[in-house]
C-alpha cells in the first residue's frame, strides 16, 4: 500500500479526489461530518450532496460548462461519471436526480478497498499528515477557526442563494405550458408560466417590497453576490427590466399558440419522480411569508406549494493567489493541499475538477515529481490559473466561463460568436488529448 492520505469533507471535491487517488493505489481516510452534524442546507446523509440546483448545468459544447464536462470525460471524472448514471431529463443541461446521484458515489465510495470512510468533525487541522482540504463554502466553525489559525490570513465570507421547489401537483396547467427555450434538445423539459406586461408589474411591484431576512451585519462589509446566484429581489431592485434580461427573458419562450410573452418564469425538473420543480433563477432572501405571497403571483403558481424554500447562505473561501502553490498545496506548509469551493472555483462541476487536479498534484509531490499544470485553453486549466493567479486583493470565487480560457484565434479570420466557441471547444479538446498523452495521465 502506497502512502496514506486524509481527506477533510466527502463533497463534489473530496470525494472525486478520494477516487482518484484511492484508484492509484493510495490509502484514503475520508472524513466527513454530515452524519454527526448537518449543516442547514444539507438534508441528506449520503455524500457528494447538491445542495440546490440538481444540474450540473450545460452540455452544449459551446458552452465553457458544456466542455468543461468533456474535458472531465476524457479525465475520467468519478463524479461525473455519477452524474451520467444517475441523470434525469432537462433539456440541455446535465441533471441528476439528487438522492440517487449521492446514493450511487456514496456507496463506490464504501466499496472501494483503498478507503476508509470516518464519520467526524474535524476541528483541528494536523500538519504532520499529508491533509487535504475540501471542507467547501460551509465549512464547520471550528475547523474555519483552524484554518484562520493555519493559514495567516483573512478568511473571507459572504452570502450565495438557492431557489424555491414547488410541488408539481400544486401547479396550475392550464396557465403554463411546457417547452424548452427554443425548443432545444430532444425531450421538452421545462415549465413556463408566461406573464403579461401586467401580471409582470404587479409581480415586480411586490418583489421589491417584500420583506427580507436580514443580513449578519458583521458580515456586511465583506457582502458580495455571485452574479449568476443573485437573489431575485436583489436583480429586481436594480431597474423594473433586469428580470426581463436575465431568469424571466421571453425570448425563445413564445407560448404553443404561437403569440409572444413579456415575461417567462421557468421551472426546470428537480427529482426523477418528476414531483418537483425548481425555480429556475429564484434564489431569494425573502422572508418565508413573502415567499408564498409574492411568488403566488406568478401565472400557474396562484396555489404553489413549496417543496422548499428560497435561502441565502454563508460561503466560506480562502486567498488562494496569496496561500497556494501551483499544486493546491499551502506555499508554507506542504502537508496541507486544498481542492473546491474553498479555493474559489464555484460550482458542482468546477469543484470536482479542482479534486482531481489536487489529487494528481498530491501523488506527483509523493513520487517526487513536477507540478501538473494542466494547459491554460482548457477550461479546467483556466479555472486552476484563475485561482492561482488572480489579484489576490480583489479574489472572487469563479464558474466555468469563456473570459477566463486563454486561446489563440487565426488573426486571419474574423469569428462570429458562434465560431469563437466552436474554437475555444475545439483547441481545448486538442490541447488536453496531448496533455493527458505527453505527461502519461493514465486513468484507472
Ligand atoms: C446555498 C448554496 C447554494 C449553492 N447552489 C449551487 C448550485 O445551484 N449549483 C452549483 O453548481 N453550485 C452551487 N453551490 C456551490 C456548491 O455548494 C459547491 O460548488 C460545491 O458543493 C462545492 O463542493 P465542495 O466539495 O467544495 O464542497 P461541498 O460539496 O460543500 O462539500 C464539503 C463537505 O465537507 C463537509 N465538512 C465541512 N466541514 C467539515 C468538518 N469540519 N469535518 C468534516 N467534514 C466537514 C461538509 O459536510 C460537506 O459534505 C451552492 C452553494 C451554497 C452554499
Not at 493505489?25 to 445542495?51: A, P, S, W
Not at 446521484?101 to 483541528?124: G, M, R
Not at 498545496?329 to 479555493?343: P, S, W
Not at 470565487?397 to 471547444?425: A, L
Request: net charge positive; proline share 3%; with cysteine.
Amino acid at each position: 500500500m502506497k502512502k496514506k492520505i486524509s481527506i477533510i469533507g466527502a463533497g463534489l471535491a473530496g470525494c472525486e479526489a478520494a477516487w482518484q487517488l484511492a484508484n492509484r493505489g493510495y490509502e484514503v481516510i475520508l472524513y466527513e461530518k454530515k452524519r454527526i452534524l448537518k449543516n442547514e442546507i444539507q438534508k441528506l446523509d449520503d455524500f457528494c450532496e447538491l445542495v440546490c440546483s440538481n444540474t450540473f448545468r450545460s452540455t452544449i459544447l459551446g458552452n465553457a460548462v458544456g466542455c468543461l464536462k468533456e474535458e472531465m470525460k476524457l479525465l475520467d471524472s468519478f463524479v461525473l461519471n455519477c452524474a451520467l448514471e444517475t441523470s434525469i431529463p432537462a433539456g440541455e443541461s446535465l441533471a441528476v436526480d439528487r438522492e440517487m446521484f449521492s446514493s450511487l458515489v456514496t456507496s463506490k465510495l464504501n466499496k472501494h478497498k483503498n478507503i476508509k470512510i470516518i464519520d467526524k468533525e474535524i476541528d483541528n487541522i494536523s500538519s504532520e499528515e499529508i491533509t487535504l482540504i475540501s471542507s467547501g463554502p460551509l465549512t464547520g466553525e471550528k475547523l474555519k477557526l483552524s484554518i484562520q489559525n493555519l493559514v495567516g490570513e483573512e478568511y473571507f465570507y459572504f452570502f450565495d442563494a438557492i431557489s424555491p421547489t414547488i410541488d408539481k401537483a400544486s401547479i396550475n396547467f392550464n396557465k403554463v405550458f411546457i417547452k424548452n427555450r427554443y425548443e432545444k434538445g430532444e425531450t421538452q423539459d421545462y415549465i413556463n408560466c408566461p406573464m403579461s406586461k401586467e401580471e409582470y408589474l404587479t409581480f415586480y411591484n411586490e418583489l421589491i417590497r417584500a420583506e427580507t431576512f436580514p443580513l449578519r451585519l458583521e458580515n456586511e462589509k465583506t457582502f458580495r453576490i455571485f452574479e449568476g446566484c443573485m437573489p431575485i429581489e436583489i436583480m429586481a431592485k436594480r431597474d423594473i427590466n433586469t428580470m426581463r434580461y436575465g431568469p424571466l427573458k421571453p425570448i425563445g419562450l413564445r407560448n404553443l399558440d404561437g403569440s409572444d410573452n413579456y415575461a417567462v418564469v421557468q421551472l426546470r425538473q428537480d427529482n426523477a419522480a418528476l414531483s418537483a420543480y425548481n425555480m429556475v433563477g429564484f434564489q431569494t432572501n425573502l422572508k418565508i411569508k413573502e415567499q408564498q405571497r409574492v411568488f403566488k403571483k406568478i401565472p400557474g403558481l396562484e396555489n404553489a406549494i413549496f417543496v422548499r424554500y428560497g435561502q441565502m447562505h454563508e460561503n466560506n473561501y480562502i486567498n488562494s493567489p496569496t496561500l497556494l502553490n501551483n499544486r493546491l498545496q499551502l506555499k508554507h506548509n506542504n502537508n496541507i493541499f486544498f481542492a473546491g469551493q474553498i479555493t474559489g472555483v464555484e460550482g458542482y462541476l468546477e469543484s470536482a475538477a479542482s479534486g482531481l487536479v489536487t489529487s494528481l498534484n498530491i501523488i506527483n509531490w509523493i513520487e517526487k515529481k513536477s507540478p501538473i499544470i494542466f494547459p491554460y485553453d482548457t477550461v479546467i486549466g483556466a479555472l486552476i490559473r484563475y485561482i492561482l493567479l488572480s489579484n489576490p486583493q480583489n479574489f472572487q470565487p469563479m464558474k466555468s466561463n469563456w473570459h477566463i480560457v486563454q486561446t489563440s484565434f487565426d488573426p486571419n479570420i474574423k469569428y462570429n460568436k458562434q465560431e469563437r466557441r466552436e474554437e475555444y471547444y475545439k483547441n481545448s479538446m486538442n490541447s488536453l488529448n496531448q496533455f493527458i498523452s505527453k505527461y502519461n495521465i493514465t486513468m484507472k
